[in-house]
């Protein structure tokens, strides 16, 4: 990143008035093209473009495949079989604990990488490990709370509404196992390595999948959650 | 009339063997046949001259031929664009009034206008076979349809294992079979004939064999029939149904005499359960286990 | 320990498996052993198996799909062979048997020789249109390749070890499920899709990243080449609707694995939500195939005419037009499904709309021509051969849009040969008339002419006659995948189809041998000036093999058409731009990551077919190790000296004088 010397918060400066979405954006307007940015007049766009453009279409197609399964509970939805109902499942208490949880890692994520932009080796490892801590909570929540409905005989297996139910919030908790899984490995890397070009670019696809994901929730707890105890 | 001569045309190159989709004998299959020619006609006025123009123009201007001119940089002309995109968008706004008005007319659901009231019957599904059930005569047929001549037929179709498709190539429209649904299918065969019917989608090993005999008699012969069924031979009671749920293959057409009035019901809504599926004879076949279903 | 592996997995009870099997593990042993012999191991692992090249790549996965086409079109010699034989007899093959051959007769051509050898060409093919040096992700677009090779390692396992699925080449539910389908076939179609499906997504991520931000200088979204942007269309559509295929297939496993509820006809499951979200897949991949292969075409018509593609902002919104419509007409595949006058209405509508863009896609090649010089070169054939049958093919297409017209034909033979028409004739020639176009590119030397015309001679004849039949056999009745029939009176069509099966075969026999004659005489079909169709777009500006950094410098576009402009500029001053000041290149090195992931994909995608849990577990956590070690390495680039540069482009610039000089003196003669 700071390969011209520049302090990094100055280049970090810099960068953000040259480039405010990070994404080159600025050769669509009336200026002259941006070098590096990836249109056509200018050649190829720089690596940091090229990396997050990549991960951001990646990240589209994991939205795709979220909302398969947001379509087929949805579709499961009324198919209970007799069994529980959407409002024998939820428990609003852990769930909105579950949220905060994750709502703020998603804040000390963002903290993360403000700290990484500051070239702060210790601030970022700080907030690097309470986001995956709280990713760790958020995990143990969700384990407790399938834990407790298999006791009470409320398993996927018993009607294609579980099924629907289980299959939409156990792939967002199995992506935020990835997520820590990943986490953990940058945070590795991070300390070995330091802020080399290619580790500052896995952290910002880092903390694009972890937002991602939260966003993924609050659909979550909107659909399946909040409107399975509305009537 | 062109449309008459090219479903003869048509009918003379299957080799005078048309007993398939182009030979109907009931009023659905003759329009869906006939849309079928409308749409095969109005795209064939576009792409045998498509495929004339290419031959023509490869021929046309081939590297050796030095009467044609050579226009290296010429590569647009407004006026052809708008022919270009004209064509398709004409073509296809026909073919899409012919899709819309055909869809609302040939609907499977849509009963059929008649003057005399609908047969009923309810067709099941099974692995491999058939099973009809008629409320109205109270009896139950495998593997073997008899409907009334000039009378509607009105179907009721569900499947008690996996998806089929009930078709009756002659008759017209087919329909999926599917569990947990009834799809309605509404037929008509216009004089006596014997056709064959049969599964149009994969269902399994059997799946080859799952026709059933379509005999389509006058009306006097087909009451004469149900007649002569009720009462007599085995009966559909819960044993029998559900003996006839476990697979089976080249079944023989059988009739019964009598049939639980709300059999069709408690198979369609899944209050009794799908059919079991494969019973693998020798359980150390692992990984490869194979039905035999009364195939030897 | 072995999950439910067992001896009796083998069918040593069933002959035809068993001989394939043994015949093609001698094969593969022979080539090993060769390799070994040879010593070749360490020249195949350091530029062929660890290699990032896009090239490299793309050759790797044309040579994947062209055996995998060889395997399925063996299928479909059997499967023609039995129905001809099967009527009112049972044939050679019992269904359990039968059913998994055009299983995996549709699962082999779609996955496993189509989309690799449309994928071998965007990867061989793109970058250098667009003059640049690699893919935005080189060593990602490795193990996309790797993931795909593993997934049809997969199905040729399940040839010897245990069973393919008999359920088609689209599982549809119940009958996939576990009560209806108890053995591994359906988990083996699962794991091996899964894997290869996960590869082809990321190779949409890479290469739609690729299209839009690596692109060299003065390259603008309306100068690239006609392919670039079938490229860009159908990576959008991978990035679009694989995500479907991969949570449908999850769903399935879930189902199969655990006992969910998403599918079965038990506890409220929806069967016919898995024929909704596969189609919302399947039928964009259709698109994803032929796109290219439109782009192939549209690259051919032009070459071969000495012209522009006519009306090229036309092709690029028709291209774009039916890369967004694609993704709204799944429906038309179970119109039989009684959703109602309304749905099939807005279904057959939208399903026709495509052939608006198709249409104009057709009249465009065809005045292409018109004014040209067409050259009547074997990709040519293959060109023409593709109008006159996929026209044909569009049209039988259009007729099942029509709701009642469907009504008569769905999942009739009539479907069966309508597909093939635009499958065959579409993607599959389009597919050899690439890579008779780009193989010099390749590997410095033309294809044989001579087999190459008998090749398409036999192919369109052979095609004709193996799939009229199957159209009228369609009118007559005759559904699909029927392992017998008991209707005399299609002996003599079935008979027919089978005789244009032969005549197919020795059209690909031609194919081979097309290929030995020409490695055999590669010395006089040597292709020396890099330029050998006259061609027009920037991979025509390297020389034949291009070296691996494409280009000694980055061209710097200045129309419409690239290379052509380039030409004409140096035709015109008889001489060749200033030779460039050369610096030294970075490339990214080469990555074994691709071929470990891939070995472990394989090992737990078996290891979750045969439900060896420990063996799976193992594997995903030796592909994680695998990754993190990846991901530790600090090497990325290595530098090419300018000198090594300079030597490569002053060759090339050689043979171009020479050219230029030739040119020159025809010019004078003239």
Known sequence: MSDLGLPAAVETLRRVREDPHRLGHRGHGPDSPVEGAGHGATGPARKRIVVGYGFWIFLLSDIVMFACFFAAFAVLRGATAGGPTPRDVVELPRVGLETAALLLSSYTCGLSFAATNARSLLWTQVFLLVTGLLGLAFVGLELQEFISLAARGITPQRSAFLTGFFGLVGLHGLHVTVAGMWLATMMAQVQVKGFRREIVHRLICFNLFWHALDIVWIGIFTIVYLMGVTP | ?296 | MFGKLSWSAIPLDQPIPLITSVVLILTILGVLGLVTAKGWWPYLWREWITSVDHKRIGIMYCLLGSVMLIRGFADAIMMRSQQALAINAPGYLPPEHYNQIFSAHGTIMIFFAAMPLVIGLMNFVTPLQLGVRDVAFPTLNSVSFWLTASGALLVNVSLFIGEFARTGWLPYPPLSEATYSPGVGVDYYLWAVQISGVGTLMTGINFVTTVLKMRCPGMTYLRMPMFCWTVLAASLLIVAVFPILTATLAMLSLDRYFGFHYFTNTAGGNPMMFVNLIWAWGHPEVYILVLPAFGIFSEIFSTFSGKPLFGYRSMVAATLFICIVAMMVWLHHFFTMGAGAAVNTAFGISTSIIAVGTGVKIYNWIFTMYGGRVRFSVPMLWSLGFIFTFVIGGMTGVLLAVPPADFLVHNSMFLVAHFHNVIVGGVVFGLFAGIDYWFPKAFGFRLHEGWGKAAFWFALVGFWVTFAPLYILGLQGMTRRLQHVNIEEWRPLLDLSLVGVGILIVGAVCQVVMLVVSILRRDELRDVTGDPWDGRSLEWATPSPAPFFNFAVMPNVQGEEAYWDIKLRAVESQQLSPEPRYEPIEMPVNSPVGFYTAFFATVTGFALIWQIWWLAGLGLAAAFAGFVVFAWRDVHEFHVPAEEVARVDRARRSAREALLERLGQQGAAT
């Open chain 2, 1 to 296: 009339m062109a449309r008459r001569a090219a479903v003869g045309l048509a009918a003379a190159g299957l080799g005078g063997c048309a007993r398939g989709v182009l030979d109907p004998v009931g009023p659905v299959g003759a329009d869906d046949s006939a849309i079928f020619f409308d749409a095969l006609m109005v795209m064939l006025v576009i792409v045998i001259p498509t495929i004339l123009l290419a031959f023509w123009m490869a021929w046309r201007y081939r590297a050796s031929n030095p009467k044609a001119e050579y226009l290296p940089n010429w590569s647009y002309s407004g006026r052809i664009e708008a022919v270009v995109w004209s064509i398709p968008i004409l073509t296809i706004m026909f073919i899409g009034g012919i899709i819309w008005i055909g869809s609302y007319r040939l609907d499977p659901f849509k009963p059929l206008p008649s003057k005399s009231p609908p047969l009923e019957v309810q067709v099941v599904a099974l692995d491999w076979k058939w099973l009809f059930i008629y409320p109205q005569q109270g009896i139950a047929t495998v593997n073997q349809l008899v409907v009334p001549a000039g009378t509607p037929v009105h179907f009721s179709i569900t499947s008690a294992s996996v998806f089929n498709v009930f078709f009756v190539p002659r008759l017209g429209s087919m329909i999926y079979a599917m569990p947990g649904m009834v799809s309605q299918l509404n037929l008509q065969a216009d004089r006596p004939a014997l056709l064959f019917g049969q599964s149009a989608q994969f269902s399994g090993d059997g799946f080859s064999d799952m026709q059933f005999q379509v005999r389509s008699v006058a009306p006097a012969e087909f009451q004469a029939w149900a007649q002569a069924a009720r009462g007599a031979g085995p009966m559909l009671d819960p044993a029998a149904y559900a003996q006839l749920m476990r697979q089976s293959q080249r079944v023989s057409p059988v009739t019964y005499g009598g049939v639980d009035p709300q059999l069709f019901q408690a198979v369609a809504t899944q209050a009794i359960g799908p059919g079991p599926g494969p019973q693998p004879e020798n359980p150390s076949h692992s990984g490869r286990e194979v039905s035999t279903g009364g195939r030897r």
